[in-house]
C-alpha cells in the first residue's frame, strides 16, 4: 500500500460530507471548510452522480473517513473483504485518516448503529486485539471515538478508565467526540471537564462537534440533527485549552439547514481554536498549526 | 477457529436479540426495558427509514399495519450481511423469498413490486464501467453494439411499473411485461418497456459481447422463425440506432479491439 497519500496535513474546521449538503457545496467558493469527512460505507464502490460527487470532494478538500460498519468489538471475526476494500478506498481518495466506533454494531449481522460495550476487561482485551488487528491489516494507525450510550451494560469500571485502556492496550488514536462527552456526562451523571481533562493529548487525532436531542432530563439522544449547544460549546473551548488547538469536525446528519448556517458554526469553532491556542497546553504541537495524523506504523 | 462462546459474545447477543425483539428477549444486566426501548426504536426506525425510501410505492400501496409487519420481520429475523448501509435495501429481497407469517395478507405482486423499486435505485448505484475501447458513432451493424453496464433486464408477471395507490392489480397478466432499467448520460434513473422480441435482442446483446449488431438480428430471426426476416432487420436496426440514443447502447466496438479485456 502507497503511503504518501496519508502525509497530508489537517488542521482547523472541517465538515462531514452528506449527500443532502453536496447541491450548495458544489458552488461553494469562500468560508469552505478546512477539510472533509466521509462515512466511507455511504460513499463506496458506486457509480454515477455519487462517485463524481465524491471524487470532486475529495479533490479539493483534505479527507478523513469516519467508518461505521467495522464492528470493532463484535462478536463475530472481523470482515477481511471489507477491511481490503476500506483499504482500496482509502489509497484512492487520499484519505488523511480513519476512524472507527469504539462499541459494536450487530450480532451475526449488521444493524448499521452502536451498541455500547460494557466496560470489562474482557472486552478491552477483546477489542483492542481486534483494533491491532485492523491497523495491521491497513497498514495504518486508526482512530477510535467515544460513543454515546444510552445504557450501560454491567461491567466492571468508568468509562474513562475503559477507554484509556483501549487506547494503550491497542496503541491506537482517540477521535474526542465532545458532544458525546456532554451526551454521557448527563446520561451517566459524571463531569465531563474532568473526563477531558484524564484523555491522553497525544493520543487525540481530531475532534468531533455535533447538536443532540434533549429527550428527557436525564436522557439526551446524540441525533447529529440540530445547531451545537452552548455547554458544548464551552466544553469544545475548554478541550482546546486542555488539549490544545485540534482539528475539528463538525458533524450534522439531519435536519440539515442552508449550508451557510453550518459554516457559521465552522467560524465558532475557529474562533474557540484561536482562543485555545494562545494557552501552554499546546505545547508539543510542532511549529505551525497543524497535525500530523495517523502516522503508519513503519 | 473456536466455536467456544464468550461470556462477552454471550453479553452481546443478547444484547442484539433483545433490541431486534424487546417482547421476546431480556436485556442483558444493567441495562434497563426503557433504555432498551430506546434502542430499539432507534435501530428499527433506521431500517424503516431506509427500507421506505428504497420501496416508496410499496409502502404507499399496502396497508400501514402489513408494513409495519414486513419491516419488523425483516428487522427481527434478517442477519444483513453487506457493511454498506446504501445497499441494505437490497436484502429486504432476500428476505421475501423465505416463508413468513404475513404471507396470506400479501398482494401477489408484492415481491415483483420490491424487486422493481430496488431495480431503480440500484442502477443509480452500480460502479460499472465500460470494459471494452468503444466508438460512439460506430455503425451498430457492423459492430459490437457495447450497452450501458447499469442495464438491468426483467419480466413481470404484473405490470409492476404502473403500480400505485389507485392502481393494484389483483391478477397476473396474460403476458409478461418486459422491463429495462437503466442509468442514462445524464446519471438519471430511465426505463423502458419493452416488446418481447425488443427484450431478446437486448439480452442476447448483454449475453453475447462477441456479435455483431446484424449477427445478433440475424440469430433472432432464426430462432424466431421470422416470415419475413428483413421486416425483423429494419425495425431492429432502427431501434438500435434508439437505444443509442436514449443512452441504453454506448456504442460500438469493432472486433479487432475487443482483445481479451471482455470479462464483464
Ligand atoms: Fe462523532
Avoid at chain 1, 89 to 95: A, K, R
Avoid at chain 2, 73 to 89: A, K, Q
Avoid at chain 2, 135 to 152: H, N
Avoid at chain 2, 177 to 202: C, G, K, T
Wanted: charged letters at 20%; proline letters at 7%; hydrophobic letters at 40%.
Amino acid at each position: 500500500m502507497s503511503m504518501d497519500t496519508h502525509s497530508r496535513e489537517l488542521s482547523g474546521a472541517g465538515l462531514g460530507l452528506r449527500r443532502g449538503l453536496v447541491a450548495e457545496w458544489r458552488g461553494l467558493t469562500k468560508d469552505t471548510p478546512d477539510f472533509i469527512e466521509v462515512t466511507p460505507e455511504n460513499w463506496m464502490d458506486l457509480g454515477g452522480r455519487f462517485a463524481k460527487d465524491l471524487r470532486y470532494f475529495t479533490d479539493r478538500y483534505p479527507t478523513v473517513c469516519h467508518g461505521l460498519s467495522l464492528n470493532l468489538g463484535g462478536p463475530v471475526p472481523l470482515d477481511a473483504e471489507f477491511i481490503k476494500r476500506l483499504g482500496h478506498f482509502f489509497d484512492e481518495h487520499g484519505i488523511v485518516c480513519f476512524s472507527e466506533h469504539l462499541s459494536y454494531c450487530g450480532d451475526n449481522g449488521h444493524l448499521y448503529d452502536l451498541i455500547p460495550l460494557p466496560f470489562t476487561d474482557e472486552a478491552i482485551s477483546h477489542t483492542s486485539e481486534r483494533i491491532r488487528q485492523v491497523q495491521d491489516m491497513l497498514g495504518r494507525r486508526i482512530a477510535v471515538e467515544n460513543v454515546s450510550y444510552y445504557a450501560e451494560p454491567q461491567g466492571q469500571m468508568a468509562e474513562l478508565e475503559f477507554l484509556n485502556a483501549i487506547l494503550s492496550e491497542a496503541d491506537c488514536e482517540l477521535l474526542l467526540d465532545v458532544n458525546n462527552v456532554y451526551v454521557n456526562s448527563v446520561n451517566h451523571g459524571y463531569d465531563p471537564e474532568q473526563f477531558i481533562a484524564a484523555l491522553p493529548s497525544d493520543r487525540i487525532a481530531y475532534l468531533h462537534v455535533a447538536g443532540h436531542l434533549r429527550e428527557e432530563p436525564d436522557l439526551i439522544i446524540d441525533t447529529h440533527g440540530d445547531r451545537v449547544i452552548d455547554p458544548v460549546w464551552a466544553l469544545l473551548a475548554y478541550t482546546y485549552t486542555r488539549h490544545g488547538n485540534r482539528p475539528t469536525l463538525l458533524e450534522r446528519d439531519f435536519n440539515l439547514p442552508p449550508l451557510n448556517e453550518l459554516l457559521s458554526e465552522l467560524a465558532i469553532i475557529r474562533t474557540h481554536q484561536t482562543a485555545g491556542g494562545h494557552n501552554e497546553h499546546k505545547s508539543y504541537i510542532a511549529a505551525g498549526s497543524a497535525v500530523r495524523l495517523c502516522q503508519c506504523h513503519s | 477457529m473456536s466455536t467456544k462462546v464468550t461470556s462477552l459474545q454471550a453479553a452481546q447477543y443478547a444484547f442484539a436479540n433483545a433490541i431486534r425483539d424487546p417482547g421476546n428477549h431480556l436485556p442483558p444486566a444493567g441495562v434497563s426495558a426503557q433504555r432498551l426501548a430506546v434502542y430499539h426504536e432507534l435501530f428499527f426506525n433506521n431500517f424503516r427509514n431506509s427500507l421506505e425510501s428504497a420501496y416508496p410505492v410499496l409502502h404507499d400501496v399496502v396497508e400501514p399495519s402489513l408494513w409495519e409487519e414486513l419491516v419488523s420481520g425483516f428487522f427481527r429475523e434478517h442477519r444483513c450481511h453487506t457493511p454498506e448501509f446504501p445497499r441494505m435495501p437490497r436484502e429486504f429481497l432476500d428476505w421475501l423469498t423465505l416463508p413468513r407469517d404475513t404471507q396470506e395478507q400479501e398482494p401477489a405482486f408484492l415481491p415483483q413490486l420490491a424487486l422493481w423499486e430496488w431495480t431503480e435505485l440500484e442502477v443509480l448505484l452500480d460502479p460499472a464501467i465500460p470494459m471494452r475501447p468503444l466508438r460512439i458513432d460506430a455503425d451498430l451493424l457492423d459492430s459490437q453494439p457495447v450497452l450501458v453496464p447499469s442495464l438491468r433486464l426483467h419480466r413481470f408477471d404484473y405490470p409492476v411499473h404502473r403500480i400505485a395507490p389507485g392502481y393494484l392489480p389483483d391478477a397476473a397478466l396474460s403476458e409478461p411485461v418486459h422491463l429495462a432499467a437503466y442509468r442514462n448520460a445524464q446519471d438519471e434513473a430511465a426505463f423502458l418497456e419493452l416488446s418481447p422480441v425488443s427484450a431478446a435482442l437486448l439480452q442476447n446483446i448483454q449475453e453475447n459481447h462477441d456479435m455483431t449488431g446484424a449477427e445478433h438480428i440475424d440469430q433472432l430471426a432464426s430462432l424466431m422463425g421470422h416470415p419475413r426476416p428483413e421486416q425483423l432487420f429494419t425495425f431492429a436496426a432502427a431501434f438500435l440506432d434508439e437505444l443509442r440514443d436514449k443512452g441504453v447502447l454506448l456504442g460500438g466496438c469493432t472486433s479487432t479491439d475487443n482483445g481479451d479485456r471482455n470479462h464483464v
